[in-house]
């Protein structure tokens, strides 16, 4: 079945740690999003990926970096110096732009909570 | 930059009966999309229902539509024979035609709660 994962799907930091959430597809798309949820909120974009080897920042991106090595993954690591980690982070992707509407697929997302 | 508003925090329906959600955006762009994704309580995000801007009809998918009214920038989702299963948060969501990438702009969200 194609699709999106996430992993894990529960992630605990200690302060001062750096985390990598995981992110795979097989829907063969060219575009990757990482998205931050707080609680009660709507989405935010963190960095997008267009192609293989390059990315650009979101409205949120400090704090986060990512790499995008493959055209299936795209990591994201969460830094010591995001100073309000605890959230749900979600993973998506699509085709791009030339593709029509180059609508959104989510994974399952990824909670992560700062001790 | 674009701004996706919704103005109801949360939504109460009778099942089998009608709910309508509402989103306003704002854009100067005349070429752009427009989605409505659910978010159940597994925190799925999953695709309801997906409208362009240069198409009159008014988008549907079985029980959901919606009412896209373009010069007033408003773009409503009806559930029709509410069911439980539709119980979950909603969110509009805009989309440049021409900006780079394929950037989604969120609302905050609608909670929809429906009562058996």
Redesign the interface.
């Known amino acids: 079945d194609g699709g999106i994962t996430q992993s894990p799907k529960y992630l605990f930091r200690k302060e001062g740690q750096n985390v990598t959430l995981s992110c795979e597809q097989n829907l063969n798309h060219d575009?990757m999003?990482w998205y931050r949820q707080d609680p009660?909120?709507?989405?935010?974009?963190i960095y997008?990926s267009?192609i293989v080897n390059d990315f650009?920042k979101?409205d949120i991106a400090e704090g986060y970096s990512v790499s995008r090595e493959k055209k299936e993954s795209f990591p994201l690591t969460v830094t010591s110096a995001q100073k309000n980690p605890t959230a749900?982070y979600?993973c998506?992707s699509?085709?791009?732009?030339d593709r029509g509407?180059?609508?959104?697929?989510?994974g399952?997302?990824t909670r992560l909570t700062v001790l | 930059a674009q701004t996706v508003t919704q103005s109801q925090p949360e939504m109460s329906v009778q099942e089998a009966e009608t709910v309508t959600l509402s989103c306003t955006y704002d854009t100067s762009e005349s070429d752009y999309y427009l989605f409505w994704y659910k978010q159940p309580p597994s925190r799925q995000m999953i695709l309801v229902i997906r409208q362009e801007a240069y198409k009159q009809q008014n988008a549907t998918e079985n029980r959901f539509s919606v009412n896209f009214q373009k010069a007033a920038k408003s773009f409503s989702l009806k559930i029709s024979d509410s069911q439980l299963g539709d119980a979950a948060m909603y969110f509009c969501a805009y989309r440049s035609a021409r900006a780079a990438g394929n950037k989604l702009t969120f609302g905050g969200g609608t909670r929809v709660l429906v009562k058996p």
């Open positions: 575009a999003y009660g909120q709507g989405l935010r974009l997008y267009q650009q979101g749900f979600l998506a699509s085709h791009n732009r509407y180059g609508e959104q697929f989510f399952p997302g």
